[in-house]
């Protein structure tokens, strides 16, 4: 049985039910707009919804969105550790960083410190598009082999911190590549997987990858939210 990560009150893994979450497509610096959408998310069944916080406008938002939601709220981050640690100081309940554009161990690991000191979990969460150069393929091409490297290179790191509370994500649009990298990812660690199909395409060919992808996935139990 894989760990059980709390995700402020919804729990993730440990034979917990699986946990449905999604992600905004507004502007997080609209309050309005974000929490409104959030709002009919959870309407629809969300459990759990992620914002994206690119800059640092969309990290002060966080405070304002949080206190007008039901839901945990993860704050999903690229390249700059400080954004991570000011969404950390917002209040978040959890962190996506993508291990392909956040690597220096330094700055990782004050973000980890950050989330020890403020109880709350993080996500590393790979995707092929944003792979770095060593764990790409000859030709430079994605393979599930990069995916998984990529994302334990991030997972090792954290653990040096004495850190645990992770989930993980290794997310392609090739569907047979991201249900090997899941497959592998099992027999190297017993964290929870968020599993998904990245940039899956327009809505009817999106539902359709996405409905095979996780379909699979989830029939072989390799999928906690």
Known sequence: MRRAVNVGGVVIGGGAPIVVQSMTNTDTRDVEATVAQINRLHAAGCEIVRVAVPDQAAADALPAIKERISLPLVADIHFSHRLALA???AGVDKLRLNPGNITDPDKIGEVVEAAKAAEIPIRVGANSGSLAPEF???DGEATA?????SALREVRILEKHGFHDIVISLKET?????IAAYRMIVREVDYPLHIGIT???TPWEGAIRSAVGLGILLAEGLGDT
């Open 145 to 149: 082999e990069g995916m998984v490297e």
């Open 136 to 138: 790409r393929g000859p």
């Open 199 to 201: 940039e899956a395409g």
């Open 87 to 89: 969404a950390i100081e």
């Open 174 to 178: 090739d569907v047979p590549m991201t």
